[in-house]
Protein backbone atom coordinates (compact mmCIF):
# COMPACT_ATOMS: atom_id res chain seq x y z
CA UNK A 1 0.00 0.00 0.00
CA UNK A 2 1.75 3.46 -0.54
CA UNK A 3 1.89 6.29 1.69
CA UNK A 4 -0.76 8.20 0.81
CA UNK A 5 -3.23 5.60 1.29
CA UNK A 6 -1.88 4.48 4.55
CA UNK A 7 -0.83 7.75 6.23
CA UNK A 8 -3.23 8.41 9.46
CA UNK A 9 -2.39 11.80 9.24
CA UNK A 10 -4.55 12.15 5.90
CA UNK A 11 -8.48 13.15 6.59
CA UNK A 12 -11.22 12.20 4.39
CA UNK A 13 -14.34 14.42 3.89
CA UNK A 14 -17.69 14.76 2.03
CA UNK A 15 -19.36 17.68 1.10
CA UNK A 16 -22.90 17.02 0.87
CA UNK A 17 -25.40 19.46 -0.53
CA UNK A 18 -28.76 19.76 0.12
CA UNK A 19 -29.30 19.41 -3.62
CA UNK A 20 -27.65 17.94 -6.64
CA UNK A 21 -25.15 19.80 -8.53
CA UNK A 22 -26.18 21.14 -11.80
CA UNK A 23 -22.81 19.96 -13.87
CA UNK A 24 -22.11 23.61 -14.65
CA UNK A 25 -21.77 24.29 -10.96
CA UNK A 26 -20.30 20.74 -10.19
CA UNK A 27 -17.49 21.67 -12.77
CA UNK A 28 -16.50 24.77 -11.04
CA UNK A 29 -16.38 23.54 -7.41
CA UNK A 30 -14.17 20.56 -8.71
CA UNK A 31 -12.07 22.73 -10.56
CA UNK A 32 -11.62 24.85 -7.61
CA UNK A 33 -10.93 22.04 -5.30
CA UNK A 34 -8.16 20.72 -7.90
CA UNK A 35 -6.35 24.02 -7.64
CA UNK A 36 -5.59 23.23 -4.17
CA UNK A 37 -2.18 21.56 -2.75
CA UNK A 38 -2.37 18.36 -0.55
CA UNK A 39 -6.00 16.80 -2.30
CA UNK A 40 -5.13 12.89 -2.38
CA UNK A 41 -7.62 11.78 -4.45
CA UNK A 42 -11.25 12.56 -4.93
CA UNK A 43 -14.59 11.30 -6.74
CA UNK A 44 -17.94 12.27 -7.05
CA UNK A 45 -20.73 10.38 -5.98
CA UNK A 46 -24.43 10.26 -6.55
CA UNK A 47 -26.89 8.59 -8.51
CA UNK A 48 -26.40 6.59 -11.47
CA UNK A 49 -27.61 8.81 -15.29
CA UNK A 50 -29.14 6.21 -17.97
CA UNK A 51 -27.85 6.54 -20.82
CA UNK A 52 -29.99 4.36 -22.96
CA UNK A 53 -33.92 4.13 -22.37
CA UNK A 54 -34.35 1.30 -20.64
CA UNK A 55 -37.72 0.00 -21.43
CA UNK A 56 -40.79 1.39 -24.06
CA UNK A 57 -41.33 1.94 -27.58
CA UNK A 58 -37.99 4.19 -27.14
CA UNK A 59 -36.08 1.08 -25.67
CA UNK A 60 -32.18 0.94 -26.62
CA UNK A 61 -31.89 4.83 -28.35
CA UNK A 62 -30.07 7.12 -26.11
CA UNK A 63 -31.38 9.58 -23.05
CA UNK A 64 -31.23 13.07 -23.78
CA UNK A 65 -30.50 14.45 -20.49
CA UNK A 66 -29.75 18.20 -19.02
CA UNK A 67 -26.88 16.46 -16.62
CA UNK A 68 -25.59 14.22 -18.69
CA UNK A 69 -22.77 16.51 -19.57
CA UNK A 70 -19.13 16.89 -20.30
CA UNK A 71 -17.26 18.90 -17.71
CA UNK A 72 -13.33 20.06 -18.28
CA UNK A 73 -11.59 19.74 -14.53
CA UNK A 74 -7.88 20.49 -14.07
CA UNK A 75 -7.65 20.49 -18.29
CA UNK A 76 -9.03 17.34 -18.93
CA UNK A 77 -12.64 16.21 -20.29
CA UNK A 78 -15.22 13.91 -18.42
CA UNK A 79 -18.13 12.76 -19.33
CA UNK A 80 -20.58 12.81 -16.41
CA UNK A 81 -22.07 9.24 -15.50
CA UNK A 82 -23.68 10.04 -12.00
CA UNK A 83 -25.64 13.25 -10.87
CA UNK A 84 -23.39 15.11 -8.63
CA UNK A 85 -24.94 14.33 -5.22
CA UNK A 86 -21.68 14.10 -2.95
CA UNK A 87 -17.77 14.54 -3.72
CA UNK A 88 -15.78 12.53 -1.29
CA UNK A 89 -12.10 13.20 -1.07
CA UNK A 90 -8.90 12.31 0.76
CA UNK A 91 -6.81 15.24 2.04
CA UNK A 92 -3.75 15.74 3.22
CA UNK A 93 -4.28 17.36 6.27
CA UNK A 94 -6.62 19.34 8.60
CA UNK A 95 -4.82 22.64 6.84
CA UNK A 96 -6.22 21.18 3.34
CA UNK A 97 -9.52 20.71 4.85
CA UNK A 98 -10.23 24.30 5.94
CA UNK A 99 -9.10 25.31 2.46
CA UNK A 100 -12.01 22.79 0.79
CA UNK A 101 -14.88 24.33 3.12
CA UNK A 102 -13.57 27.91 1.67
CA UNK A 103 -13.49 26.51 -1.61
CA UNK A 104 -17.51 25.26 -0.69
CA UNK A 105 -18.71 28.14 1.10
CA UNK A 106 -17.60 30.61 -2.08
CA UNK A 107 -19.21 28.68 -4.41
CA UNK A 108 -22.05 26.95 -3.44
CA UNK A 109 -25.03 28.99 -3.15
CA UNK A 110 -26.95 26.49 -1.54
CA UNK A 111 -26.67 25.14 2.20
CA UNK A 112 -24.79 21.40 2.06
CA UNK A 113 -23.05 19.60 5.02
CA UNK A 114 -19.05 19.27 5.44
CA UNK A 115 -18.34 15.69 7.07
CA UNK A 116 -15.33 14.15 8.04
CA UNK A 117 -15.06 10.72 8.06
CA UNK A 118 -14.43 7.39 6.29
CA UNK A 119 -15.81 7.68 3.40
CA UNK A 120 -12.90 5.52 0.93
CA UNK A 121 -11.78 2.10 1.39
CA UNK A 122 -7.76 1.62 2.39
CA UNK A 123 -7.55 -1.59 1.81
CA UNK A 124 -8.47 -3.31 -0.86
CA UNK A 125 -12.44 -4.49 -1.03
CA UNK A 126 -13.30 -7.99 -3.33
CA UNK A 127 -14.80 -5.33 -5.88
CA UNK A 128 -11.37 -4.12 -5.84
CA UNK A 129 -9.84 -7.06 -6.44
CA UNK A 130 -12.26 -8.77 -8.89
CA UNK A 131 -11.43 -5.35 -11.23
CA UNK A 132 -7.70 -4.61 -11.05
CA UNK A 133 -6.68 -8.03 -9.33
CA UNK A 134 -4.17 -8.76 -6.36
CA UNK A 135 -1.28 -5.90 -7.72
CA UNK A 136 -3.66 -3.13 -7.73
CA UNK A 137 -2.98 0.55 -7.74
CA UNK A 138 -2.81 1.25 -4.26
CA UNK A 139 -4.10 4.82 -5.15
CA UNK A 140 -7.13 3.23 -6.93
CA UNK A 141 -8.29 1.78 -3.95
CA UNK A 142 -12.34 2.16 -3.73
CA UNK A 143 -12.61 3.94 -6.85
CA UNK A 144 -14.03 1.61 -8.42
CA UNK A 145 -17.77 1.64 -9.36
CA UNK A 146 -19.14 -1.85 -8.75
CA UNK A 147 -21.55 -1.50 -11.47
CA UNK A 148 -19.33 -0.37 -14.21
CA UNK A 149 -17.54 -1.91 -16.84
CA UNK A 150 -13.63 -2.07 -17.44
CA UNK A 151 -14.04 -0.50 -20.84
CA UNK A 152 -15.81 2.48 -19.83
CA UNK A 153 -12.72 3.87 -17.82
CA UNK A 154 -15.19 4.81 -14.65
CA UNK A 155 -11.87 6.52 -13.29
CA UNK A 156 -9.90 9.76 -14.52
CA UNK A 157 -6.79 10.88 -12.97
CA UNK A 158 -6.81 14.48 -12.95
CA UNK A 159 -3.20 14.84 -12.25
CA UNK A 160 -0.75 11.69 -13.39
CA UNK A 161 2.21 13.56 -13.21
CA UNK A 162 2.18 14.06 -9.17
CA UNK A 163 1.20 9.85 -8.69
CA UNK A 164 4.00 7.92 -7.49
CA UNK A 165 4.61 4.61 -9.42
Same mark, same amino acid.
Given at each position: ?7 ? @? @???? +?? *? ?8 ? =? ?6 ? =???? &? ?27 ? &? @?? /?? +? ?11 ? &??? %???? =? ?7 ? %? ?7 ? /?? *?? *??? &?? *? ?20 ? /? ?10 ? @? ?12
Amino acid at each position: MSEACSDV @N @NVQL +EI *FPSRLLKPET =AQSLLNEI =ADLE &GIIRLFVHGPRLPQTVPYGPAKGLPVQHS &G @NK /II +EVAGQTIELAVYV &GSI %RMEV =ADVNVKEQV %REVCESILS /IP *FE *FRE &GH *FIPTRQTVTDYAKRGAGADPMM /IGMTDPKGKLKD @NPVCILKPGNREE
